[in-house]
């Protein structure tokens, strides 16, 4: 696949921050949000979407931890095994996100 055109970029640039939106208005309720999810999918490069899907991971863990401050990570460390698998961190990653 070639590198997306300036037109194909901003489409799929819409498409996410119009998922991005409905995901923040209806977190508990993903489902509302499928639609948005296939044109997201569909418009952008699915390396882009993979890139995007970590973005916004990202994103939402750092705004958890600036708003709950160390102590949540505290308690990661605490739940932390030494030889822990990496699925099991992951689980605890996404326990904490909520994605």
């Known amino acids: 696949?070639?590198?997306?055109?300036?037109e194909k970029r901003q489409q799929c640039w819409d498409a996410r921050d119009d998922l991005?939106?409905?995901?923040?208005?209806?977190?508990?309720e993903r489902e509302l949000c499928?639609?948005?999810?296939?044109?997201y999918e569909s418009?952008?490069?699915?390396q882009?979407?993979?890139h995007f899907d970590r973005k916004r991971n990202y994103l939402k863990f750092?705004?958890?931890?600036?708003?709950?401050?160390?102590?949540l990570l505290n308690t990661i460390e605490s739940q932390s095994i030494p030889n822990q698998?990496?699925?099991r961190k992951n689980r605890i990653y996404r326990q904490i996100v909520q994605v």
Do not use: H, L
Request: proline share 5%; hydrophobic share 35%.
């Open 20 to 28: 991005w939106n409905c995901m923040d208005k209806n977190e508990n």
């Open 1 to 6: 696949m070639s590198f997306p055109d300036k």
């Open 48 to 50: 882009w979407v993979k």
């Open 43 to 46: 418009t952008c490069p699915a």
């Open 85 to 87: 698998s990496i699925a």
């Open 34 to 39: 499928k639609e948005f999810r296939a044109i």
């Open 62 to 71: 750092k705004e958890k931890i600036e708003k709950e401050g160390v102590n």
